[in-house]
């Protein structure tokens, strides 16, 4: 069956560490990968986006991996924050014309001082 | 630019009631998505739109649940009659590029907190 899994226990991780969140995908083809970050009572917003020809993307403290053959991105932010406590969801998007996202269920990322 | 706008925030009905649900996209962006989220589920993707046409509503759950977009700058979810199993968050999204909203994504509101008791 097809799955997308992003690790469901919440990440705790020390301020100044990086953080490093996985998604995993099962029986899915995906043509770009997309994170998001959504925070308590608000929907999400985009963070970054990468393609299948893509192995790696950078933006300011924010670096996401894609490979295709392990069917896996890595979501990594550096120099953690307080303010980057948030649950953090990846999406497949797929080509042929269909512009629809499959959302994991997010993890729950805590930094603490 | 406001965003993606929903209303209500909050929605308390009881069982068998209809319930609409509202949004205003983003200007410019020819597509709009609704999605669920719950707990157990996730993000769920329900129905989408381009240009005003719906395009796939595979993800509906059944026939008490419609989306019409009657122009550009609204659409609604309909649920009719809500049951308890329908209380989660919706959402209304749009986008401007056809792959994922390309570089700049999906813009989400920041959506309708449906209780049905």
Avoid at chain 1, 31 to 55: C, H, M, S, T
Avoid at chain 2, 27 to 50: A, K, V
Wanted: aromatic share 10%.
């Amino acid at each position: 069956s097809q799955k997308i899994e992003q690790n469901s226990e919440a990440l705790n991780i020390q301020e100044g560490k990086t953080a490093t969140l996985t998604c995993n995908y099962t029986n899915y083809s995906p043509a770009y990968l997309q994170w998001y970050r959504q925070d308590p009572g608000r929907g999400p917003v985009f963070l970054l986006l990468i393609r299948e020809n893509e192995k790696e993307k950078r933006k300011e403290r924010l670096k996401v991996t894609f490979d295709t053959t392990l069917k896996q991105s890595l979501f990594h932010i550096t120099a953690s924050q307080p303010a980057d406590s948030a649950t953090y969801l990846c999406a497949l998007g797929f080509s042929g014309g269909y512009n629809k996202l499959i959302f994991g269920a997010g993890t729950r990322l805590a930094v603490h001082p | 630019d406001a965003g993606v706008i929903q209303s209500p925030r909050h929605e308390v009905t009881e069982m068998g009631q209809e319930v609409t649900l509202r949004c205003k996209p983003i200007s410019g962006h020819d597509y709009l998505f609704w999605y669920r989220q719950t707990m157990m589920r996730g993000l769920e993707l329900l129905i989408y739109f381009n240009n005003n046409v719906p395009i796939d509503d595979s993800g509906m759950p059944e026939d008490r649940f419609s989306a019409k977009m009657p122009n550009a700058s609204f659409s609604t979810l309909k649920i009719q009659p809500s049951e308890p199993r329908d209380s989660a968050v919706y959402f209304c999204a749009s986008s401007i590029h056809r792959d994922g909203g390309g570089r700049d994504g999906y813009t989400f509101g920041s959506g309708t907190r449906l209780t049905v008791v």
